[in-house]
């Protein structure tokens, strides 16, 4: 049984009619996969690698974008091709087993991680009001639990997603502006280089800004969103720009930690700390400036990781993937509650949770990343929309780099 290829024609007049569309109207999943993605652990090892490092390693952002950018657009096609959803061709292709795989293990690697996305937009509000962070994750879950059962989820979530990014952007900008780098180090960044110690960092910041979860969900928000072969090139375009704001923003917190922390020798362990370290320089306001984006940064990746788990899961036991059914919503609300409930009891996520999640991810990262590429090349699923050479290639080279750090997993969680 093959997938259904969701290929009408286009004639000259839709494609111009198409290009007429405002802009904005075009934006949306690259947005919400880039503001899931983009949460506080990313955050913090950027802030960490700036701290450490100056603007060294930027090269390395620059690198995982590219490898993010490639497997979202090619999930973005996917999404375009087929009227199902990934996990039911994988289904069609490779049996149940394989669409259980893919399922369960995005929905424990979401769940597991979930908690450092409360707690972060927990922190961020308590920094800002003085309140208690238990009182703001269990507001701000409840919010969250609040806007999942508000009629048309989807639209809601684009425009909380494309809002929170915009606040991150505008908060992380006027933070870049204030710190006034050395724009001559921010171009030697770009030049590879691996300092003395800076390895074991470098996997960090490629694992968690490379999320092979992530890139694969595109697909569905694709779906969720409607497009058709119609938006084909408007889409890859929103693909890499969305993407690209990940880098972004990720950039300008290691270039401001860089300008802050490093003269410094400040090391930070979590992002909340370089917002606070900019009080004593620029005033309180800076600081709550800062907070502010850090909150865009937890509460995207609060609902997205949520989203990503529940949906997929429920699709890899059979129970569909959209947005509007009862037990997606269900499934959502698990993860979210799951990870509040860990943020309140234990203040950060366990060691031993982190290393379930590791340990999950050596088996599906790798798997859904072969998983996509096998689909993008397939003839009769993409028609038209099929991998090219060069996107083979560099899709490869993405694969490797999931490889080794699966690899990497397995040396640090079972022989060391």
């Given amino acids: 049984m093959e997938s259904g290829i969701n290929q009408s ?24 996969t880039s503001a899931l993605v983009l949460g506080p652990g990313s955050l913090t090892l950027s802030s960490k690698i700036g701290a450490i490092y100056g603007m060294q390693l930027i090269w390395v952002l620059a690198v995982v974008v590219f490898f993010m950018m490639i497997y979202t657009e090619m999930s973005t096609r996917i999404g375009l091709a087929t009227k199902e959803s990934f996990i039911q061709v994988m289904k069609n292709k490779w049996g149940k087993p394989a669409s259980l795989l893919i399922g369960l293990g995005a929905f424990l690697v979401t769940a597991s991680f979930q908690a450092g996305n ?22 701000i879950t409840l919010l969250g639990m609040a806007l999942l059962f508000a009629k048309n989820f989807y639209k809601i979530l684009e425009k ?37 110690g800076s390895l074991p960092l470098i996997i960090a910041l490629t694992a968690t800004s490379f999320s092979i979860v992530g890139a694969a969900y595109q697909s ?6 409607g497009w058709t072969l119609q938006q084909n090139s408007s889409s890859i375009k929103e693909t890499y720009w969305g993407i690209f704001i990940l880098g972004f923003i990720s950039m300008m917190i290691m270039i401001c930690a860089a300008a802050i922390l490093k003269p410094q020798s400040i090391v930070v362990n979590s992002v909340s700390e370089m917002g606070l370290a900019l009080e004593p320089l620029y ?68 060691i031993n949770m982190i290393i379930f999640a590791q340990a999950i991810t050596i088996v599906i990262v790798p798997f859904i990343a072969i998983a996509l590429l096998v689909v993008a090349n397939d003839e009769k699923i993409m028609g038209s929309l099929k991998n090219t050479l060069w996107k083979n290639i560099f899709g490869i080279a993405g694969l490797i780099v999931l490889i080794l750090l699966a690899v990497n997993n397995v040396i640090n969680i079972f022989l060391k």
């Fill in 9 to 32: 024609p286009v004639t000259p007049g839709q494609e111009a009619g198409v290009k007429k569309k405002n802009f904005l109207s075009l934006l949306g999943p690259a947005f919400i």
């Fill in 160 to 196: 909380l997603m494309l809002g929170l990014v915009l606040v991150m952007l505008v908060s992380f900008v006027i933070t870049l502006i204030l710190t006034k780098p050395s724009i001559t180090e921010i171009f030697s960044g770009f030049v590879p280089i691996i300092p003395d």
């Fill in 118 to 139: 409360a707690l972060g937009s927990g922190l961020a509000i308590s920094t800002i009001t003085g309140f208690s962070s238990t009182f703001w994750i269990t507001a």
């Fill in 220 to 225: 569905y928000l694709v779906q969720e969103k």
């Fill in 283 to 350: 005033g309180n306001w800076a600081t709550i400036l800062f907070m502010v984006g850090l909150f865009g940064a937890s509460f995207s990746s609060q609902m997205g990781n949520a989203t990503i788990g529940g949906s997929m899961l429920a699709d890899g036991l059979g129970l569909g993937s959209k947005l509007s059914s009862k037990a997606v919503k269900g499934l959502i609300l698990l993860v979210m509650a799951f990870g509040s409930l860990i943020g309140i009891i234990f203040g950060a996520a366990p």
